[in-house]
């Protein structure tokens, strides 16, 4: 299988703006909008945002933002915790059918019988949910607070972790304490071999392997670094080595060749040999952003009720992880 390496950034020439991308750039002023957008949206919405991070930065940024309209250049989850962070704000996201598959395996429902089991529990749900399980957690955490979050709650407290498996694995092995997890995954995460990675690490004289925690173990445990995919722009740009084997969504190289242009990095693959892309966040394009921007939708809709109760998490996460 042939390694999948992206060159120096200098090597690839950053293009002039397209006329979607200017006309972007246009209407979102007449709009009085900001753009934010995750790290795994396609280079050309990356090149237009006011903000491209993580799951956490993103969140950060929506609490504070003064502009009229959030365009939310990522999957729904990530556009409704925007709008429950700002109820008088329009928030629209270029396809409303971007989800993710950790959304899709926990159910509201099945999480409210869960806790019936479990009364003396609390639950820490990854942000990677629906606002029907935001209402029924009591900590949000990312990928880049889970760990610190879990030690805060007193060791004797019993711990509901959803939805994903492998962050909630991957926390258990950090800290050693017993939570209970909830057996849900992210479906390109999961693709990644451990094999692929050291066959890599070899052919590139040891570099280090940066994963995400979504990863499954094998993965992560030939892993140097795992951590958010705003915590991988640290690693990689304060790192001595010139060289990184990558194992999450490709499209976060976009954000490495322009901040760390001097450096090299190297997709990891699945078993069939492919880099890997969030379909989901691949539903962002360019031409539907501008149309969001325009006509103001779709737009994010939510009870107050909802946004109430789901508030109370999230709010909670931001104050535990100042
Ligand atoms: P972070 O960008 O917060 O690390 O999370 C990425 C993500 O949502 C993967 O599915």
Same mark, same amino acid.
């Given at each position: 299988m042939e390694a999948i390496v992206y060159p120096p950034y200098n090597n690839c020439e950053p293009k002039p703006l397209t006329d979607v991308q200017k006309r972007i750039l246009e209407v979102k002023k007449e709009r009085n909008a900001v753009i934010l957008a995750h790290n795994y949206v396609c280079r050309e919405i990356q090149e237009v945002a006011d903000y491209v991070g993580d799951s956490l930065g993103l969140s950060r940024e929506a609490k504070n933002t003064d502009a009229d309209v959030i365009a939310f250049a990522g999957v729904d989850f990530m556009a409704e915790t925007a709008k429950i962070l700002n109820p008088e704000k329009t928030v629209v996201l270029p396809?409303? @059918? @971007?989800?993710?598959s950790l959304e899709e395996l926990c159910e509201p429902m099945e999480l409210a019988l869960f806790k019936k089991k479990h009364p003396d529990a609390i639950v820490i749900s990854y942000i990677n949910c629906s606002a029907g399980v935001k209402e029924l957690s009591d900590i949000i955490c990312t990928s880049g607070n889970a760990l610190d979050i879990v030690k805060q709650i007193p060791a004797d407290r019993k711990i509901i972790f959803c939805p994903d498996q492998h962050l909630g694995s991957w926390i258990v092995e950090q800290t050693g304490r017993d939570m209970i997890l909830w057996n849900g995954y992210c479906w390109a995460h999961t693709k990644y071999q451990a094999d692929d990675l050291v066959a890599l690490k070899k052919a590139f004289n040891g570099a280090p392997v940066v994963s995400h925690p979504e990863c499954p173990k094998p993965v992560r445990d030939v892993s140097d670094c795992v951590c958010s995919t705003e915590k991988m722009i640290k690693f990689c740009r304060e790192h001595p080595s010139d060289k990184f084997i990558i194992a999450t969504v490709v499209e976060m190289i976009h954000r490495f060749q322009r901040e760390i242009p001097d450096k090299t990095f190297i997709a990891a693959r699945s078993s069939r040999g492919l880099a890997q892309h969030c379909r989901n966040m691949l539903m962002n394009t360019p031409e539907k952003l501008l149309a969001c921007l325009e006509n103001l939708s779709p737009e994010i809709k939510l009870s107050k009720e909802q946004m109430d109760a789901a508030r109370r998490p999230i709010e909670k996460m931001l104050e535990m992880s100042k």
């Open positions: 396809d409303h @059918a @971007a989800g993710c």
